[in-house]
T-cell receptor, first 113, second 114 residues
Framework: DTGVSQNPRHKITKRGQNVTFRCDPI?????LYWYRQTLGQGPEFLTY????????KSRLLSDRFSAERPKGSFSTLEIQRTEQGDSAMYLC???????????FGQGTRLTVV | GNSVTQMEGPVTLSEEAFLTINCTYT??????LFWYVQYPGEGLQLLLK?????DKGSNKGFEATYRKETTSFHLEKGSVQVSDSAVYFC?????????????FGQGTRLTINP
């Protein structure tokens, strides 16, 4: 088991473009979380899945953001019509059925120019 | 609402110095409290946690005690090493809930000089 994997590690995009990030959780972890971390701040919760069901979305997740976890394994986070304010590190975490700890990936750093 | 406040960084210490990073929280009920660490180029890792008042979490020489009366969870280590250089995040999960929806502080960057 190699831990939580996120791709790409870095993404630079022009304002107005769409971007998609992928997260592969630890095998058989049923919960998957997305967080956003801006420079100098701690991570902020965006949304989470239990298996394929998206159970909660933060008010930080505007209509331009959509997340999916179609088969209860990997997840994607898409941002449409990116804005400069979307520049941040996007973190994914997964949690097993014992609910004791969330394991984080290394994140995808998005820069919108 | 739920929030976490950490001492401002960056913090720079010499090897073998005593470390304290202050953390206070605001939450309804009795949250679970955590310290996460982020080493350069790596993802966040759980360092230690405490789930009820007066519990002490410990790991790798670090300790933190859940103080309900002062709503604090300060991180301490008696003798730091260069390898402890990282960013440290205090966090909470509100009350009792099934999901690991963490509320983080802003982080404190620690640098240890040899």
């Amino acid at each position: 088991d190699t831990g939580v994997s996120q791709n790409p590690r870095h993404k630079i995009t022009k304002r107005g473009q769409n971007v998609t990030f992928r997260c592969d959780p630890i095998s058989e972890h049923n919960r998957l979380y997305w967080y956003r971390q801006t420079l100098g701040q701690g991570p902020e919760f965006l949304t989470y899945f239990q298996n394929e069901a998206q159970l909660e979305k933060s008010r930080l997740l505007s209509d331009r953001f959509s997340a999916e976890r179609p088969k209860g394994s990997f997840s994607t986070l898409e941002i449409q019509r990116t804005e400069q304010g979307d520049s941040a590190m996007y973190l994914c975490a997964s949690e097993g059925r014992l609910n004791t700890e969330a394991f984080f990936g290394q994140g995808t750093r998005l820069t919108v120019v | 609402g739920n929030s976490v406040t950490q001492m401002e960084g960056p913090v720079t210490l010499s090897e073998e110095a005593f470390l304290t990073i202050n953390c206070t929280y605001t939450a309804t009920g009795y949250p679970s409290l955590f310290w996460y660490v982020q080493y350069p180029g790596e993802g966040l890792q759980l360092l230690l946690k405490a789930t009820k008042a007066d519990d002490k979490g410990s790991n790798k020489g670090f300790e933190a005690t859940y103080r309900k009366e002062t709503t604090s969870f300060h991180l301490e280590k008696g003798s730091v090493q260069v390898s402890d250089s990282a960013v440290y995040f205090c966090a909470l999960i509100p009350i009792i809930q099934g999901a690991q929806k963490l509320v983080f502080g802003q982080g404190t960057r620690l640098t240890i000089n040899p």
